[in-house]
């Protein structure tokens, strides 16, 4: 699983990993699949679950929200905003251009100043830590080789080049291996429901693609996309965004009708206002939101809320029905409409025109929400869900989508070609100083836009400038951004680009701007490019003579291009010196929080020995009969002080001490024990050794004569035979003495050497007994001249022989005188 995608919420964090049984969303040690998105500092740093116990008791040291501060300066509107409802103190850090957001913690008792980006990093560290974690339940392997490598984390859309460069820089700070691209969320939503269906062949080639629409209601935004799908495609045509329209903003309103109801009635004894007080807050959000979720389902009516000492010790409680809670957030649901017709209008399609209108998001649950879009778009109301579609997690779709476009760029992963045409949402300006020569061109027209609205990237584009000198060049997001949602008061400033070109004549300077993968804005090189020209070689062939009886020889252009040296500057930038005192911080705490974990398991395997060993040494199933009076006195005396010594000096020691102590502890626990546990295996262990040398006895003593056993000499025999004897009188012996012994003795055998007599008996006979019966000897086969003799006889051939016939050698008749 070292292909991972991240769905980085305000609320909940969500990861996904590739592999080649598809996506599958990880489960964290609790097995939920949403992580709270927040980083507690004490002692050492909880995140996840793990921080959300303490959220609102640690509320000052408890980060939340990272999302929504990240690579904003500090004097931005939108950052004062959110950090008016932060729990946790924002302090200003100074960097080049402006101001960055810090927030101030107690960590270690240490006060500390983090940049918020490095915390968002933190989280995300965390959420791999998961994949290991859960990949190492599966296998024997260490969990820290088993860290993602490939990562693609989901931003909104409505990130700017300073918040996408500040969330690589966070990730970067705490070490996370490979970011290979930050991915808009929308367009992640949008991947994760095309590639299935794609693959499944239900997108046709033609004229019109397939459209889609996407509504993504999230805790803190609201964003929508129209997609156009293709076989092997996918073409984001629109992205429109409400950036302070979610869930929280719904919980606000039940908290704030709460919060002035108990105000209304104990307004004589508070100490303050409700909503001024971050504890109180918290406490009213969670109300909320579980109110919120009781309403949402079709029917309910109202709900009860009641709150014990929310305030001054005042208990409160009231009943908020379904109408009046409607009522209370219609403001908020007329605002879900001006983005859908935006998107409409933008990409010239009318809601007939969409297949499907997909929601996702949390908050896309409320049913007065479901009700609202739908009766925007025209949809059935009375229809299931609406007439909404539901087909994808709305928690986890985005995550999802960003593990497959990391399997995607892997090359970890072979995946099938899949197209992605994505959409910049905000106009990109490329400026510079004017011609003091005042030539006409585009050099005169001082800037240009070179990344437009909806332009697809990565990218590379460029201008064409004369300059002598050094000169700079100047990027920002276009004027009209602020009417694509740009948020009002946020720099449009992305970079200043300074490159270092030759003095004298104007030069030819090509500036080639690169919005990468990320979406960021970076100057890609800077050249010189020179018309040089060259006479061209002669032919062997003689030129026509002209008229003047000369030649002319030809000249060829050749152009050369040399690289400028240039630099880049941008707003709230980290110098190397800030990124290498961030890094060093975040080593120093990992090692802290491993010091930490290891002293804390250490404490609570004291802790659990004392417990355990407390229970047993004084029941008689247990530990009892096999410790003596004054063996169970001493350790009950030993177990009793070192509980008490743990609440109390003993409560911040060292792991080192933990260690002394529970070793003082199984000094004598552990030969308790020991005697216990032996005398449980014993006479099983006996029993195993008995049998063996009873079937090995029984073999020799039955075994003589059989013919199976006959090539058994008798020196093997004799041998087996000492062997069981003297294993069998060891066996008596030790059943004896152990037999005679008090329980509370230490025993004088084991069970695992008497295991091992088995095994040495084993070793001896097991051999002889099954040593393999010698094959006999094969018959003397027959020559093969005499094998040839007799095949001729038996064919009628005569046979020859070495003797000499005494045959006369003719017929004539015999001298008988």
């Not at 018309?531 to 030809?554: L, Q, W």
């Amino acid at each position: 699983m070292s292909v991972v995608g991240v769905d980085f919420g305000c609320q909940n964090a969500v990861i996904a990993a590739a592999g080649r049984g598809g996506v599958d969303v990880i489960l964290n040690g609790n097995s939920n699949r949403l992580n709270p998105n927040m980083v507690s500092f004490d002692a050492s740093r909880t995140f996840g679950e793990g921080a959300s116990s303490s959220a609102i008791s640690n509320y000052k040291n408890c980060i939340t929200s990272m999302k929504r501060l990240v690579g904003l300066s500090f004097d931005d509107p939108k950052a004062e905003a959110e950090m008016k409802l932060a729990p946790f103190t924002c302090v200003p850090i100074k960097r080049a251009g402006g101001n960055a957001i810090g927030v101030k913690v107690y960590y270690n008792s240490e006060e500390k100043i983090i940049p918020v980006e490095v915390v968002a990093g933190m989280m995300v560290k965390h959420m791999g830590s998961i994949v290991a974690n859960h990949s190492a339940t599966t296998s024997s392997a260490d969990p820290a080789s088993l860290f993602p490598q490939d990562w693609v984390v989901a931003v909104p859309s409505y990130y700017n080049d300073s918040q996408r460069q500040a969330f690589l820089t966070g990730c970067e700070v705490a070490g996370i291996p490979t970011i290979q691209r930050l991915m808009q969320e929308t367009t992640a939503t949008a991947l994760a429901y095309g590639i299935f269906k794609d693959i499944r062949k239900e997108f046709e080639k033609s004229d019109k693609p397939t459209h889609v629409m996407f509504l993504d209601l999230g805790a803190t935004s609201y964003q929508v996309c129209i997609a156009a799908f293709e076989p092997g495609k996918l073409t984001i045509k629109t992205t429109q965004f409400d950036d302070n329209l979610g869930g929280r903003d719904f919980d606000m309103k039940i908290a704030q009708h709460f919060a002035d109801k108990f105000e209304e009635k104990y307004k004589n004894k508070l100490s303050g206002k409700p909503m001024s007080k971050p504890k109180v807050v918290k406490k009213l959000l969670v109300a909320a939101e579980k109110a919120k979720k009781t309403l949402s389902p079709f029917g309910v009516k109202e709900t009860r809320i009641n709150l014990e000492c929310i305030m001054d010790d005042l208990d409160f409680g009231l009943t908020l029905k379904a109408k009046e809670y409607e009522e209370m957030i219609q403001p908020l649901l007329n605002r879900l409409s001006a983005p859908i017709e935006r998107a409409l209008a933008e990409a010239k399609i009318t809601a007939k025109d969409l297949k499907s209108v997909e929601i996702v998001g949390g908050s896309s649950r409320i049913g007065s929400v479901k009700r609202t879009l739908a009766g925007i778009l025209g949809l059935d109301v009375s229809a299931t869900n609406n007439g909404l579609s539901t087909t994808m997690n709305a928690d986890e779709a985005v995550s999802r989508g960003a593990a497959l476009q990391s399997a995607i760029l892997s090359p970890r992963f072979k995946v099938l070609p899949y197209e992605i045409i994505e959409f910049q949402p905000f106009p990109v300006k490329v400026s510079w100083e004017g011609d003091a020569n005042g030539e006409e061109g585009e050099d005169a027209q001082n800037s240009v836009t070179m990344f437009e609205r909806g332009s697809n990237f990565p990218c590379v584009r460029r201008v064409t400038l004369r300059r002598s000198g050094d000169f700079a060049v100047q990027v920002a997001y276009d004027d009209s951004a602020a009417g694509h949602g740009y948020s009002s008061g946020t720099s449009k400033e992305i970079a200043t680009f300074k490159i270092k070109a030759p003095d004298g004549a104007l030069n030819k300077i090509r500036v080639n701007v690169k919005q990468d993968l990320n979406g960021g804005i970076t100057l890609s090189s800077a050249q010189l490019v020179e018309e040089i020209v060259e006479p061209e070689a002669e032919s062997e062939t003689k030129e026509e003579e002209k008229a003047d009886g000369e030649k002319d020889a030809e000249k060829k252009k050749k152009v050369k291009k040399t690289n400028l040296q240039f630099s880049i500057s941008k707003a709230l930038e980290w110098t190397k010196a800030e990124f290498d005192a961030a890094y060093e911080a975040e080593v120093e705490m990992t090692n802290i929080d491993r010091v930490f974990k290891e002293t804390a398991d250490s404490r609570n395997e004291l802790e659990s020995y004392v417990y355990d060993m407390r229970d047993k040494i004084i029941s008689e199933s247990h530990l009892k009969p096999f410790c003596g009076e004054n063996e169970a006195n001493r350790f009950s005396d030993l177990l009793e002080k070192t509980e008490n010594w743990l609440y109390e000096e003993g409560f911040d020691a060292t792991k080192s001490v933990y260690v002394e102590k529970l070793a003082q502890l199984k000094k004598i626990g552990d030969p308790i024990a020991f005697r216990k546990s032996e005398a449980a295996l014993r006479p099983n262990a006996f029993s195993t050794l008995q049998t063996a040398v009873e079937n090995y006895s029984n073999w020799l003593n039955t075994s003589v004569g059989d013919e199976k056993y006959s090539h058994i000499t008798d020196e093997d025999r004799q041998k087996c035979h000492q062997k069981c004897d003297e294993v069998s009188s060891w066996m008596y012996d030790m059943m004896d003495k152990t037999g005679s012994m008090a329980p509370t003795a230490d025993p004088i055998v084991t069970a695992s050497s008497i295991l091992s007599k088995v095994k040495e008996l084993n070793r001896v006979v097991s051999p002889i007994m099954n040593k393999p019966k010698p094959k006999p000897k094969p018959k003397e086969e027959p020559k093969a001249e005499a094998k040839k003799e007799e095949k001729k006889a038996e064919e009628g051939e005569p046979m020859e022989t070495d003797e000499k016939s005494e045959k006369p050698d003719s017929a004539e008749p015999m001298d008988t005188n």
